[in-house]
């Protein structure tokens, strides 16, 4: 037996199989039994029946989990064998998922979109006033491409042999916006890559001026704020 700091007390309970769970809910609610299986077909098989049934609910957890209500739930009492409850819930699960698809992949749309936008804000208001035309680099190309690296503060990466890169530190991340050929590139992938950094492409709604750039962050940012807002009530009345 193992070291215990206080007297303890062995027992056995004889229950229904049905009433396992409910047993063992109780016992757990005490706070001070700790239970002891001799082997693990010891387990009630109603209890060990449920384990596909919880593979399966973790399935759909981890897919819509970051979806479902986040408040207003109590612990359900067992008033019938948990296998039922958890089939049960599965069923619903399964039926509500084709109606929550359209509306959770509008609002990860508009959640990447928005936080694409703020990468972008954060650059253009520490950048200040530029005589770049930042609209030419979403039309880059053939002969030259642009893209931006963000990367940490202390990871300034090293600019391409051919490349034209505008670095702009910042105390949290530093960004090096790249125009240059497939092979400039490739060359800031790799230190992406080597430096814990990462690339974006150019988004297609720059403007030609920061101010202007600002201005249209400003602006779709106000949409999508509205957007989620619709997208979450839709999938609110959806859970209710």
């Not at 006033?129 to 979403?138: H, K, N, Q, T």
């Not at 503060?153 to 960004?175: F, H, K, N, Q, S």
């Not at 779709?220 to 009530?233: D, F, I, N």
Request: aromatic share 6%.
């Amino acid at each position: 037996r193992m070291i215990r700091p206080q007297p303890a007390r062995w027992f056995e309970a004889l229950t229904p199989r049905d009433d396992a769970t409910l047993a063992l809910a109780a016992l757990a609610a005490t706070g001070a039994v700790e239970l002891e299986s001799r082997q693990a077909t010891d387990l009630p098989s109603n209890i060990t029946a449920a384990r596909p049934l919880l593979v399966e609910f973790a399935n759909l957890a981890g897919r819509y989990r970051a979806y479902w209500p986040e408040s207003g739930l109590t612990p359900s009492a067992f008033p019938e064998s948990p296998n039922v409850t958890l089939a049960r819930t599965i069923e619903r699960v399964v039926a509500w998922a084709p109606q929550a698809e359209p509306i959770i992949v509008a609002l990860q749309r508009a959640e990447a979109e928005a936080s694409e936008l703020a990468l972008w804000r954060r650059l253009f208001e520490g950048m200040g006033e530029s005589m770049i035309d930042f609209a030419f680099l979403a039309e880059a190309g053939p002969l030259v491409e642009a893209c931006l690296g963000v990367f940490p503060p202390d990871m300034a990466p090293a600019a391409p042999p051919t490349g034209l890169v505008r670095i702009v530190a910042l105390e949290d991340a530093l960004y090096a916006v790249l125009v240059g050929t497939t092979e400039d590139l490739s060359h800031l992938h790799q230190q992406a890559a080597a430096l814990k950094g990462r690339i974006h492409e150019i988004p297609s709604w720059l403007r030609s001026t920061v101010r202007e750039t600002l201005d249209y962050i400003a602006t779709r940012g106000t949409e999508l704020e509205a957007s989620m807002r619709e997208l979450h009530q839709r999938l609110d009345e959806l859970n209710r």
